[in-house]
């Protein structure tokens, strides 16, 4: 067999019709491929090119060798970029929220790095889900609520949300009445979707009387939990999100007071856009995880 360098050269110069342009293309001298190509020649015993004034041609004996040389290079280059193909294929880009993130996703993730060692996931961590539409993300996870253009969602599961804190407010706060739920320093969530429960929708929904609300402020879910950990007062906690920090005893439940979460999460995707195989496998898990959630029912 010529040395591949040879017959890439050839077949560039075939395909051109022209030793300058094969030159331009593989960031050589003319007078190197002239030198490739009689070299090739003289191993060969045949005359490959007739050289014009305009370029070349190939010689009647040299075309079943260029059919067969560009056949092969276009079965390796194929072969090439399904290789790489392949390897994009085994990273997705998941986005979510921060407090999805943190409670849901993360203590879950060891089950599918163990599962699916050879898929990466690049994860997105944003509170303005808006936002994941524009950003480049095989899968993500928003509120449960409106259609967007162009889009194919997964309801995950249903929740439910009641209030949290943590062990020495408890303690010190086990004799409170419901109907004095309100007057107990409240932590409140800044939530950027507006369709997310408030504290005054959840007394409203459970039926307990509220005048003021006041209380601490803040921007970010787990940060408002990290405050009711620490004893600053009652948050309010979605059970998908907190369940694993009240069985840890990092939190418990105030009261039995609960209500159905009216929004909920679901999982979204590009819908004129094709999943790839590592995406899918992605999307599948995380279907059977909120499955796996929703047979345990929730504040049990």
Known sequence: MPPLTTLAVFEAAARHSSFARAAEEMNVTTGAISRQIKSLEDELGVKLFIREKNGVQLTPAAQDLFSEVAASFSRCSEAIRTVKSRKREESVTFACTDAFATYWLMPRMVDFWTRYPDITVNHLISDQVRDFR??????????ATGAWPNENVEPLFDDLIYPVCGPGFAMENADVPTSELSRLPLLHMDWTNPDWPLWQDFFQAVSVPYEGLRGKRFGKYSVLLTAAEANQGIALGWDSLV?????????????????????????????????????AILKDWIVEQASSQASSPAGD
């Open 243 to 279: 369940r694993p920090m009240i069985e840890a005893g990092k939190l418990v439940r105030l009261t039995d007071l609960s209500m159905r979460d009216p929004v909920g999460f679901c999982l979204a995707w590009n819908g004129k856009k094709r999943l790839s195989i590592s995406a």
């Open 134 to 143: 524009n950003a480049e993300v095989d899968l993500f996870v928003r509120p």
